[in-house]
């Protein structure tokens, strides 16, 4: 649960801030230096209640935040920043 909150947080940022900043693909969002800067930050402070609430390891968080943006920035994956991020709309419906 808490590895899909972190996901989903950032999916859900950097969907949002990928179409404000009118980028076409997730990895054209998080490549932009602002929006990784704010989308890491996200990651980070929301991370840091499950290090402090439930005692996550916080250089295995910090290695799993690198993890998944890393993947955000596979050239070989053409995800549209409309596609991504859905998972939260639906949950919170």
């Known amino acids: 649960e808490s590895g899909f909150r972190i996901y989903t947080t950032l999916t859900d940022s950097t969907r949002i801030l990928g179409q404000q900043a009118r980028h ?19 990651m980070e ?3 840091s209640v499950l290090i402090k609430r439930y005692g ?8 799993y935040i ?8 596979n050239p070989y994956l053409h ?14 419906q």
């Open 24 to 42: 076409q693909t997730i990895r054209d969002a998080i490549l932009d230096t602002e929006v990784r800067a704010v989308v890491r930050g996200a």
């Open 79 to 92: 995800d549209d920043v409309e596609r991504v991020g859905h998972a939260g709309v639906l949950i919170a």
């Open 45 to 47: 402070e929301s991370g």
């Open 66 to 73: 690198n993890k998944i943006l890393s993947r955000f920035e």
């Open 56 to 63: 996550f390891d916080a250089e295995k968080h910090a290695a």
